[in-house]
């Protein structure tokens, strides 16, 4: 489960990560009014206005805006609420920006009057080749940490954490001088970098990144921007975190799909797909595009498959305009096929007339019964028994 930026800094904040003074907002009243509580408590005179989607590149979209007065607070609210925010990680359709969350400006002189700043990149997430957790970091933040990778792979470093141990503190120790840290910024960054794993492990946090992790003129250290992504099947225990979800921001067909217990992933091909397990679910995709064509999506009906979820995932796929053709693949094992092919047939009948071809392959459990009942339903519905020949039928109708 992704979250927005200001629901990340709440959750790094409550495990101790230090992060700038911010307050959400979604009119341009309330972005003033934020600011101006933002002035009180901290004393700054210029702010962040950061559009709230799901995706990353806000700033280069035009989504993320530096107001030096509070005047210019309220007019970048205006311009950033309601458009569509277009990024490199949104398409080409953008997503719409509901909220924006003002934030304390970071960009402030020390007790000198120099602005000594510095950003760095830092990630927690699994390495699942070794299975342990590991921290990614480097000197080089504030910009696509791929292109870091790329171009200067030796300011890339990672530091492995022990399965059972934790992170350990000379390993933070290690981290903070490998940044290039010293005197109080080295000891804050330690700091920091032991509250973000505590941060990771006991969010239940599939992926944490900070890009860029600030040091200040003052030498504090300060998560200016987060993604988190959470493990929704830790989410029965993380309640609070669960609540946070934002559906607006997901694609309606996955949101949809939920409901009915399917697990739903969305693609870019012309060949629907419905299968029950994740393998099977893989073989079928690979099996469509060895056959020429393009899978649309990634739907697993589970063990538990019914008729009333094989036509909810049907009715899902259908509205996917680039779909030219249906395969459903089903193997009885948990699952009887009699039930999936009465799904079929359920479909047919309440959706009304498909015009595009469904190739439906059926073993195992009660298979003999559910062809049985696809033929007798009068249904132009096109059998095979082996995948091989489910995709020469994909080869040859789509």
Same mark, same amino acid.
């Given at each position: 489960?992704?979250?927005?930026?200001?629901?990340?800094?709440?959750?790094?904040?409550?495990?101790?990560? @230090?992060?700038?003074?911010?307050?959400?907002?979604?009119?341009?009243?309330?972005?003033?009014?934020?600011?101006?509580?933002?002035?009180?408590?901290?004393?700054?005179?210029?702010?962040?206005?950061? %559009?709230?989607?799901?995706?990353?590149?806000?700033?280069?979209?035009?989504?993320?805006?530096? %107001?030096?007065?509070?005047?210019?607070?309220?007019?970048?609210?205006?311009?950033?609420?309601?458009?569509?925010?277009?990024?490199?990680?949104?398409?080409?359709?953008?997503?719409?920006?509901?909220? &924006?969350?003002?934030?304390?400006?970071?960009?402030?002189?020390?007790?000198?009057?120099?602005?000594?700043?510095?950003?760095?990149?830092?990630?927690?997430?699994?390495?699942? !080749?070794?299975?342990?957790?590991?921290?990614?970091?480097?000197?080089?933040?504030?910009?696509?940490?791929?292109?870091?990778?790329?171009?200067?792979?030796?300011?890339?470093?990672?530091?492995?954490?022990?399965?059972?141990?934790?992170?350990?503190?000379?390993?933070?120790?290690?981290?903070?001088?490998?940044?290039?840290?010293?005197?109080? !910024?080295?000891?804050?960054?330690?700091?920091?970098?032991?509250?973000?794993?505590?941060?990771?492990?006991?969010?239940?946090?599939?992926?944490?990144?900070?890009?860029?992790?600030?040091?200040?003129?003052?030498?504090?250290?300060?998560? !200016?921007?987060?993604?988190?992504?959470?493990?929704?099947?830790?989410?029965?225990?993380?309640?609070?975190?669960?609540?946070?979800?934002?559906?607006?921001?997901?694609?309606?067909?996955?949101?949809?799909?939920?409901?009915?217990?399917?697990?739903?992933?969305?693609?870019?091909?012309?060949?629907?797909?419905?299968?029950?397990? %994740?393998?099977?679910?893989?073989?079928?995709?690979? &099996?469509?595009?060895?056959?020429?064509?393009?899978?649309?999506?990634?739907?697993?009906?589970?063990?538990?498959?019914?008729?009333?979820?094989?036509? %909810?995932?049907?009715?899902?796929?259908?509205?996917?305009?680039?779909?030219?053709?249906?395969?459903?693949? &089903?193997?009885?094992?948990?699952?009887?096929?009699?039930?999936?092919?009465?799904?079929?047939?359920?479909?047919?009948?309440? &959706?009304?007339?498909?015009?595009? @071809?469904?190739?439906?392959?059926?073993?195992?459990?009660?298979?003999?019964?559910?062809?049985?009942?696809?033929?007798?339903?009068?249904?132009?519905?096109?059998?095979?028994?082996?995948?091989?020949?489910? !995709?020469?039928?994909?080869?040859?109708?789509?």
């Amino acid at each position: 489960m992704n979250l927005h930026e200001y629901q990340g800094k709440y959750i790094l904040n409550k495990y101790g990560v @230090p992060v700038p003074k911010g307050i959400i907002a979604d009119t341009p009243a309330a972005a003033l009014q934020a600011a101006r509580q933002i002035k009180k408590d901290v004393g700054v005179d210029s702010f962040a206005v950061k %559009a709230q989607i799901h995706a990353g590149g806000r700033g280069k979209g035009g989504g993320v805006k530096i %107001a030096k007065t509070l005047n210019e607070v309220e007019e970048y609210a205006k311009q950033i609420l309601g458009m569509t925010l277009v990024t490199h990680q949104t398409g080409p359709q953008g997503k719409e920006v509901h909220k &924006i969350l003002v934030e304390q400006s970071i960009y402030y002189p020390n007790e000198n009057g120099d602005i000594d700043v510095a950003e760095y990149y830092m990630s927690v997430l699994l390495n699942r !080749a070794k299975g342990k957790n590991i921290i990614m970091y480097s000197p080089e933040g504030g910009m696509d940490i791929e292109k870091v990778a790329e171009e200067t792979p030796h300011l890339i470093f990672n530091e492995e954490v022990e399965p059972g141990h934790g992170l350990q503190g000379f390993q933070a120790r290690k981290i903070a001088f490998n940044l290039g840290l010293s005197g109080m !910024a080295f000891k804050n960054m330690v700091k920091f970098v032991s509250a973000l794993y505590k941060t990771y492990t006991e969010s239940d946090a599939a992926m944490l990144e900070i890009n860029p992790v600030f040091k200040t003129s003052d030498n504090l250290i300060l998560a !200016a921007d987060c993604k988190i992504n959470l493990d929704d099947n830790s989410l029965y225990r993380q309640k609070e975190f669960a609540d946070m979800r934002d559906i607006t921001e997901e694609d309606p067909s996955e949101v949809e799909a939920g409901k009915f217990d399917l697990n739903f992933i969305k693609l870019d091909g012309n060949v629907g797909c419905m299968v029950n397990g %994740a393998g099977l679910a893989m073989a079928t995709m690979d &099996i469509i595009k060895l056959s020429g064509g393009d899978p649309a999506n990634f739907l697993d009906v589970g063990g538990s498959a019914n008729a009333e979820n094989v036509e %909810a995932g049907f009715r899902i796929i259908l509205k996917d305009p680039n779909v030219k053709a249906i395969l459903l693949n &089903i193997f009885g094992g948990i699952v009887r096929c009699d039930r999936v092919a009465q799904g079929v047939v359920d479909a047919y009948t309440k &959706i009304g007339d498909i015009k595009i @071809p469904v190739i439906v392959r059926l073993q195992g459990t009660n298979a003999e019964e559910g062809k049985q009942l696809i033929d007798n339903s009068g249904l132009k519905v096109h059998s095979a028994i082996t995948l091989q020949e489910s !995709a020469d039928l994909v080869k040859e109708l789509v």
